[in-house]
């Protein structure tokens, strides 16, 4: 399968007026929003934020492998890694363990398909693993979103999401696991109840899918 040739419309970083709107709309639903410049200031932020020794997931993330966080959480020894517990576990006896700590991780680390002028977040799964930590079994979740999934409500986060992310995924997914990926869970994020769970770190500059 040949890669898609993604639009400039999901792919051009949105310029610093769209970037500021979605903040203030993030912030107005309970979300504790940074705008930084890059994936490298992202990569330091995150040292600070996460406590050495906690639990943390990691989600499948173009923008986690790319910018090196994947590799600092799950390779460093400053946390509890649960990416790597799991792997090592037998996926059939062990599939209740596996389950649990998924959806339980005291910090969850990951990215979205699309974030919305109007302040909602957009997250597309083919497994769901992800999902339940996103939701709010994880007590604090981090998202690092580039600038070019900025977009202005939710018809449009669809669009990128089924248009440019599902065939970026799709052609990945065939060369890692040998099988197309697909849309078969969608998770929408309006709001967070808890102040101060949720924190975006939204960058400059485009990254991932």
């Known amino acids: 399968m040949t890669t898609p040739t993604p639009t400039t419309q999901f792919t051009d970083p949105a310029p610093a007026q769209r970037l ?16 930084l410049d890059d994936a490298a200031a992202a990569r330091a932020r995150i040292t600070d934020l996460i406590p050495e020794g906690a639990s943390v997931l990691t989600a499948a ?19 509890q890694a649960v990416r790597p517990r799991l792997l090592a576990m037998d996926r059939v006896t062990r599939a209740d363990d596996i389950r649990r700590d998924l959806a339980s991780p005291d910090v969850v680390v990951g990215s979205v398909a699309a974030l919305t002028e109007t302040g909602s977040l957009v997250v597309a799964s083919a497994s769901g693993s992800q999902l339940p930590a996103y939701a709010g079994g994880a007590a604090h979740a981090i998202w690092v979103v580039g600038a070019q999934k900025v ?55 485009a990254i991932g899918f």
Request: glycine content about 6%.
């Open 20 to 35: 500021e709107r979605a903040a203030t709309a993030l912030t107005a639903h309970n979300f504790t929003v940074e705008i």
């Open 151 to 205: 977009v202005p409500d939710l018809a449009t986060a669809l669009r990128r999401v089924e248009d440019h992310a599902l065939p970026l995924e799709t052609a990945r997914a065939q060369v890692v696991y040998g099988q197309p990926s697909a849309i078969n869970r969608l998770l929408v994020l309006n709001a967070e109840p808890h102040p101060g769970r949720g924190t975006v770190l939204l960058l400059r500059e």
């Open 61 to 79: 993330s173009e923008t986690l492998r790319l910018s090196g966080i994947d590799a600092d959480i799950n390779t460093s020894g400053r946390y």
